[in-house]
C-alpha cells in the first residue's frame, strides 16, 4: 500500500469589512484579532474618509466604489472627517 504524497495547505488570513453606506460605518464597532486586514468600502453616494481619533491614522479621501486597506496592529477610535458625525471603532481581541 502506498502512502498519499504529502499536500501543502495555505493559510489565508481573514479580511474583515467596514461598509460606509448612508452616512455610517457598519459596523461601527468591529472586533479584529492582532494583525487582521481591515478594507473600508465605500459604497455611499459621496467620498469619505477615516481618520483616527489621535490622527496618527488616517486615509486618504475615498472615492465613491473605493477602498482603503488597514492593518489592524492596535485598536483604533476614527471618524469621517468630512462627516465628524461618522464614528466607529476597531477593537483587538483579548
Not at 501543502?8 to 469589512?17: F, N, Q, R, S
Not at 484579532?33 to 496618527?56: I, L, M, P, R
Amino acid at each position: 500500500m502506498e502512502n498519499p504524497a504529502p499536500t501543502a495547505t495555505k493559510t489565508v488570513a481573514k479580511v474583515d469589512t467596514v461598509l460606509i453606506r448612508q452616512m455610517k460605518f457598519n459596523p461601527q464597532e468591529l472586533h479584529v484579532d492582532k494583525g487582521a486586514t481591515v478594507v473600508f468600502v465605500n459604497k455611499d453616494v459621496v467620498a469619505h474618509d477615516v481618520t483616527s481619533k489621535d490622527k496618527k491614522t488616517y486615509s486618504d479621501t475615498i472615492k465613491v466604489n473605493h477602498s482603503w486597506t488597514w492593518v489592524a496592529n492596535d485598536s483604533m477610535s476614527y471618524k469621517c472627517s468630512i462627516h465628524p458625525t461618522m464614528l466607529g471603532k476597531v477593537l483587538l481581541n483579548p
